[in-house]
């Protein structure tokens, strides 16, 4: 097998975190928990002889620490980017992961907005490959990219 490149590499840990903030919130357990769970089970590991894809765990933990460092800011840029019948809370509980994954790169790190929007729209199909979520993912995270990094645009 071919050595992943660092875009795979990260392209995977932001499905895995994805994963992470679903299971943190799913289970009450703590992102120390978590986080090392994915890091030791996750990663490049062998899952019903099918092998999973190798991670950035860097790139990984810098998306958790964000996402959950950032979260009341990053809910409240989803909020005003949802029709407000819609609040965060009332959103499939795996794009409200999602959401918080994306929302914390585009606050705390320094990915261009438009990977940020595409790499999570991405992750958003490997959910849901129907595609309608795809495009809502798209629609919220570029009202969040704006709000988060006005300059970029």
Known sequence: ??????????????????QALFQMESSGQT??????????????EVFDDVEM???DPAHFRK??????????KIDQMTDRALVAKWPIDRI???????????????VD???????????????????FPEGKESKFVNAV?????REAKPAAF
């Open 1 to 18: 097998m071919n050595a992943p490149d660092k875009k795979q590499m990260k392209s995977a840990a932001r499905l895995f975190a994805v």
């Open 63 to 72: 998306v958790i620490d964000a996402a959950v460092n950032w979260q009341a």
């Open 31 to 44: 992102v120390e928990k978590i986080v090392r769970e994915f890091e030791t089970h996750r990663f490049g």
């Open 92 to 106: 499939d509980p795996v794009l409200r992961a999602l959401f918080r994954a994306a929302g914390g790169e585009l």
């Open 141 to 145: 995270l570029d009202h969040m990219a």
């Open 109 to 127: 790190l320094d990915t261009p907005p438009k990977v940020v929007i595409n790499e999570y729209v991405d992750v958003a199909k490997a959910f």
């Open 53 to 55: 894809a190798e991670g």
